[in-house]
C-alpha cells in the first residue's frame, strides 16, 4: 500500500485528482469505480473544478457505484444513485447512462447483484476504484464477518454502520434502511488501481487495522494488503494510530517526487 498523510481535504482531494488524471491520460475511456458518503467528496469537488477548467474529461469513462440502499424510492435524496448525481456524476461530462448503480427495485436481487458484477466486467472491469471506510473497517458495505472473496450481494448493515449513516437520515438510525446490495470484497479487489480516501479520529483505528493488522474478516478492508495498487489518502488525524508512520511519511515522499 502507498499511504499519503496529507494535511487537509484539500490536499487529499488534489492527490487523488493526480492519481486519477494520469489514469486518464493513458486510458481516456476508464472505467472508473465510484464511492458515496462523505470521505471522496474533496476529491469529488477538485475533479469537478478540473473538468471545468478543460483538463480532465469523462466523456468516454464508464462508471459503476459500489453500493445500494435496499428499501429506498430511488427518487429519495440519500439513495446512492441521488447522491453520486448530486455530488459529482451531474456536474461533469458522463456519457448519458454511463454511470450504473446496483438495481435495489426489484423483487429478484440475487439477480440484480449477479447482473451487476457481470456488467462490471462486459465493460472491462475497473481500472480505477474510489474507496471510503467504515469506522468498523467496511468496504463498500462488507460488514466484518463477510466473506473475503465475496461477489456482488444483498448485505445486511450492522448498527454500527447505520449509527454511523444516521447522520444522513435526520440523525435517526430507524430512518437507515437496514440492507444494501453491495460490491463484494472479491469485486472490489479485482479493481487495477484502488484510491482510498479518510479522516478524522473517528476512523484511525480502522486505518491501523487495514494497514497494520492481520489480513482478517473481522476488518474488511485489511484485505486491500493482498491488492497490489492501493493509494490511502488519509489526514493526520486518520494516520494518527499508524505504528510505522514516519517510515509511511518517507516512502510517500519518495513516490511522490518522482511520480506526481
Ligand atoms: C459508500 C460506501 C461506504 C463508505 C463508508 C465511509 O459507497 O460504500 O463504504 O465509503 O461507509 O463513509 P463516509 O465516507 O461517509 O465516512
Known amino acids: 500500500m502507498k499511504i499519503a498523510i496529507l494535511p487537509d481535504n484539500e490536499a487529499i482531494g488534489k492527490v487523488g485528482a493526480d492519481i486519477l488524471a494520469s489514469t ?24 469537478i473544478e478540473r473538468y471545468k477548467a478543460g483538463e480532465i474529461s469523462f466523456a468516454q469513462c464508464k462508471a459503476f457505484t459500489l453500493d445500494e440502499y435496499i428499501g429506498l424510492e430511488p427518487n429519495h435524496p440519500e439513495s446512492y444513485v441521488q ?10 461530462d458522463f456519457a448519458e447512462g454511463a454511470v450504473k448503480t446496483p438495481n435495489a427495485q426489484t423483487d429478484d436481487l440475487n439477480g440484480a447483484a449477479a447482473d451487476y458484477d457481470a456488467a462490471i466486467k462486459d465493460a472491462g ?14 468496504i463498500a458495505f462488507n460488514e466484518p464477518g463477510d ?7 444483498v ?3 450492522h448498527d454500527q454502520t447505520r449509527r454511523d449513516n444516521a447522520r444522513f437520515f435526520d440523525d435517526d438510525i ?11 470484497l472479491g469485486t472490489i479487489q479485482e479493481a487495477r488501481k484502488i484510491v482510498l480516501f479518510v479522516q478524522g479520529k473517528g476512523k484511525a483505528r480502522a486505518v491501523r487495522e487495514m494497514v497494520e493488522g492481520g489480513i482478517s474478516a473481522r476488518w474488511p478492508a485489511s484485505v486491500l494488503q493482498l491488492h497490489p495498487n492501493v493509494y490511502v489518502l488519509a489526514d493526520e488525524d486518520a494516520a494518527s494510530e499508524l505504528e510505522l508512520i514516519s517510515n509511511y511519511r518517507e516512502d510517500w515522499d519518495n513516490f511522490a517526487s518522482a511520480n506526481l
Do not use: C, M, W
Not at 447522491?83 to 461533469?92: G, L, M, N, T
Not at 472491469?125 to 467496511?138: E, K, M, R, Y
Not at 466473506?147 to 450481494?153: C, E, G, V, Y
Open 174 to 184: 430507524n430512518q437507515v434502511p437496514k440492507e444494501a446490495i453491495s460490491q463484494g
Open 24 to 47: 486518464l491520460k493513458d486510458k481516456p475511456d476508464a472505467v472508473i469505480g465510484l464511492a458515496t458518503g462523505s470521505s471522496p467528496l474533496p476529491f469529488y469537488r477538485e475533479l
Open 155 to 157: 448485505v445486511f448493515l
Open 147 to 153: 466473506s473475503l472473496a465475496s461477489r456482488t450481494h
Open 125 to 138: 472491469g475497473v481500472d480505477f476504484q474510489v474507496l471510503g471506510i467504515g469506522s468498523d473497517g467496511h
Open 83 to 92: 447522491f453520486i448525481h448530486r455530488e459529482f456524476v451531474d456536474h461533469v
